[in-house]
């Protein structure tokens, strides 16, 4: 058997894999880019791409059912069609596909590889029959849902984030056990759907590295569209049930009887199964690659990127981590993972969008602060769209005028949230955003408002 020497061997063809091939060959390297399994990763196949496309149309749906409010006439029941969603959420995923093969198949001196990669050496990688050797080696491998033990699990059929993007049958009642992002994500749109839905969460309250006043609005809006929601869940069990599936959650409570039960409990890296032993990469506890601030393994000439590396679990992290790694290479720019401000949003409906520090990390840290807030009653844009459950929340250094984080958990949130963000990154104190003037109406236009109305935070 011969090996196929290339310049660099990049392992995952998700959100910092491709990219990172374009600049590589870009600057004259060779370069060979595995998959196993779907070219895009996560995001395009089983993740963002899909999901929002759903999202969406429970959006329409939703709306529809509200049409009266806003004056507009029906002339009969919003029926929703799960055949035609699903089909045009598969559309949506397959362009999308398409158009990063067809980019990778037109860089010059790449080379895609389809199949499972396992390290021989720390330079040396199988794919298949095909032996790969290179002095620079990325891993952007990506992860899977957790699957716990849990009684009587292996007893049902259950299904994750990505066995639901192909479920071809809309559920008549679908549980959801898991109580923070994705869970609530499918939660609510199921319900906009039409089918019933349980959510059963371990925690005390749902998204629980949010505050709890984020918590307890976003239990007020997936209540408000009849989603059923059981925290403290202490002794989660499955037993079948005739056709059903029975979630039994805490003693002296009855089980929660569905057709569908959805695993939503956190993320395991794909790290067990690369021979990363062989090339002597370490890893923590639960199985990332542990990295130095430069992505950096701990082996020379091997990189991590992306939700393989704990570092970040979005799309939009995974891809800094290539733009990280690339600085670093090409550029001579030192970029770091320290230089990142956590962010990410939440799409139920309303989003929530998040930066920076929580009111509990900014208690926890012991610095005096300001807090400014509204609720989305208050805001005109809100009252206008007739979308008013939520509120915004900005926190600030009382002694430096830093920003230190923000809430916007309504209409546009996901959006409003960067007028902060970018000033976060920009190191402006918080009176550059009360002197800033916003388009009216527009709900971000009440930041500078917020800004200008800051209290000691208790």
């Given at each position: 058997?011969?090996t ?17 091939a374009?600049?590589?060959?870009a ?35 939703h709306?529809a ?61 199988r ?14 491998t ?9 009684p009587?699990?292996?007893?049902i059929?259950?299904l ?17 056990v ?5 869970s609530?994500?499918?939660a609510?749109m199921?319900?906009?759907f ?20 984020v ?30 599936i ?64 704990g570092?970040g ?50 208690k ?23 979308e ?26 996901d ?14 104190p ?29």
């Open positions: 058997m011969t196929k020497i290339f310049d660099a061997i990049i392992i995952g063809a998700g959100q910092a894999g491709p990219p990172l374009g600049r590589l060959t600057a004259g390297m060779s370069v060979a880019l595995i998959e196993r399994k779907l070219v895009g990763g996560t995001c395009v196949n089983t993740g963002c791409m899909p999901t929002k496309t759903m999202v969406a149309s429970a959006y329409a749906a709306l059912r509200r049409a009266a409010d806003y004056g507009v006439t029906l002339s009969g029941p919003v029926g929703v069609d799960y055949a035609m969603i699903k089909a045009r959420k598969d559309k949506v995923t397959i362009d999308a596909r398409t158009n990063l093969e067809t980019w990778i198949a037109g860089m010059d001196k790449c080379t895609l590889y389809r199949g499972h990669a396992r390290f021989e050496s720390a330079n040396t990688v794919v298949g029959d095909d032996l790969l050797t290179a002095e620079k080696i990325f891993l952007n990506g992860g899977r849902a957790s699957v716990p033990d849990l009587g699990i292996h007893d059929d259950y994750t984030n990505s066995s639901m993007m192909d479920l071809d049958v809309l559920p008549r009642h679908l549980v959801v898991g109580g923070s992002y994705i609530l994500e499918f609510q199921f319900r906009r039409g089918a019933e839905v349980t959510v059963v969460e371990k925690s005390p309250r749902l998204t629980g590295r949010e505050d709890e006043d918590s307890a609005a976003i239990l007020s809006i997936l209540e408000n569209e009849g989603i059923a929601v059981h925290v403290g869940a202490d002794d989660i069990a499955f037993a079948r049930q005739g056709d059903d029975a979630v039994t959650f805490s003693a002296g409570k009855p089980p929660a009887v569905g057709s569908h039960v959805l695993l939503a409990l956190g993320r395991t890296p794909n790290t067990d199964d690369l021979g990363l032993e062989r090339a002597g990469v370490e890893v923590d506890k639960r199985g990332f690659v542990t990295v130095d601030d430069q992505l950096r393994t701990s082996v020379p000439g091997i990189w991590a990127m992306g939700d393989c590396n570092r679990a979005f799309t939009h992290t995974s891809y800094n981590d290539y733009e990280i790694v690339a600085a670093n290479l090409l550029d001579n720019d030192p970029r770091r993972v320290s230089d990142r401000i956590e962010a990410y949003a939440l799409y139920i409906d309303p989003p929530l969008g998040r930066c920076g520090m929580t009111e509990a990390a900014v926890k840290s012991g610095r005096r602060a300001l807090v400014g807030q509204r609720p989305m009653t208050r805001v005109g844009r809100a009252i206008e769209n007739g008013t459950q939520g509120f915004m929340k900005i926190l600030v250094d009382a002694d430096t005028r830093e920003i230190l984080g923000c809430s916007v958990l309504g209409p546009g949130g959006e409003a949230i960067h007028c902060v963000l970018d000033l976060m990154y920009a190191k402006a918080v009176d550059t955003l009360a002197r800033a003037v916003h388009i009216h109406p527009n709900v971000s236009e009440l930041l500078p408002t917020i800004a200008q109305e800051l209290k000691p935070l208790a």
